[in-house]
């Protein structure tokens, strides 16, 4: 047998090899070979000659190695954290510095990858690769995680009663088959050809080309996604404006969604309730909010009730994660082009629930900075309710018209 034909052998063998079985394979080959076999068997397999003479004794039976075990009890190269006693705790000093009472870890402030790690360990002393970094920290139960989102600051005391309250509201209105919607304005999103986050099915190799940098392209701009979510029916609608995100701006799209959608599903209403967030364009300090609501009023003869959620909980408005989610999703991995586009992928948007969509573009203005004055505010047929009248209040139409 020449050499090459024995290497190929064993290159074929060695994937199914045990350690064992590859010295007594080895063992074999060399005994076979007759006079020299061990040194031909190491050259043509890289396997050591102590290694391939130790496989020979354990043929010949003269080896005390049970036929269960690999090696003897202890034998083989020692682990390097059994020869580094400190170096699991060096690694844990570094990943967690506050838990281990080191605020100044010299990885405080930089990105902590394995490679670092490993190189700062290095300068501390230890022998030790960025690969057995990773096994040790994966041993320990660690993983790479973004930051959550969780924390929502100081919870105001009366943040649980506000809920109940709110729903309290929406189950009364719902229960006489009174129009319930959810507002709150989308994410401004840059027109144009840049990256949206996610991915979209492309031909393989063929990825969609966007800029590199995002930098608003001032013949294009940005959209203001408002929404408007009923509650009952599933559907929602979206003016997708290009100027300022105002309290003008909320109520035009709220109007949008009444003369398109809401009285022709709500013909013989005379009431709405609006939830909202605390803060934004309607937020409950909001005059110009107010004072518009009050214009609303006036021209459909509705009257409007408005329940804001407690300071913090926006998450929680059901327009979040009920439309806005789904449209997110929708257009992942889509470059938003132009108004066209963006208007399509809203109104495209469906659940295996049945949620409804449609969309518009609004090129209206709505310049900031709109005061309204104490004799406006007066003509405003404000009700506050008597819980936290501040987020929950009822405005009246003061002509009623059709």
Known sequence: MDLQTLRRKYRTLRPVLTERSRRVWAASEAVALGHGGIGFVEKATGISRSTISRGIREQAGR?????????????????????DD????????????????????????????VRHLATELQ????????????KLLLAAEYSLQANRKTREGPQHPDRDAQFQYLNA??????????????????KKELVGDFKNAGRAWRPQGDPTAVRVHDFLIPAQGKAVPYG???????EGWVSVGIDHDTASFATHTIRRWWHCMGRRVYPDTTALLITAD???????????WKWELQQFANRTGLTITVCHYP?????????????????TANWRGQPLVDLVTIVSLIGDTTTATGLRVKSEVDRGRYPQGVV???EQMAQVQLEPHAFHGDWNYTIRPRVHTH
């Open 63 to 83: 080896t005390s190695l049970p036929p269960e075990r690999t090696r003897r009890p202890g034998g083989g190269r020692k682990r390097t954290v059994d020869k």
């Open 86 to 113: 400190r170096l699991v705790a060096d690694l844990d000093a570094l990943v967690e510095p506050t838990a281990s009472g080191d605020p100044q870890s010299p990885l405080r402030w930089t990105s902590k990858s």
């Open 123 to 134: 300068g501390m002393g230890h022998t030790v690769s960025y690969a057995l970094v990773r």
């Open 169 to 186: 509201q929406v189950r009364r209105f719902q229960g006489a088959h009174r129009p319930v919607i959810s507002v709150d304005t989308k």
């Open 228 to 234: 408007v979510y009923d509650l009952a029916r599933n």
């Open 278 to 288: 605390a803060g934004g364009s309607n937020g409950p300090r909001v005059r110009l």
């Open 311 to 327: 300071p913090g909980t926006s998450k929680w408005n059901k327009i979040e994660h009920r439309l806005f989610s789904y449209i």
């Open 372 to 374: 309204i004055t104490d």
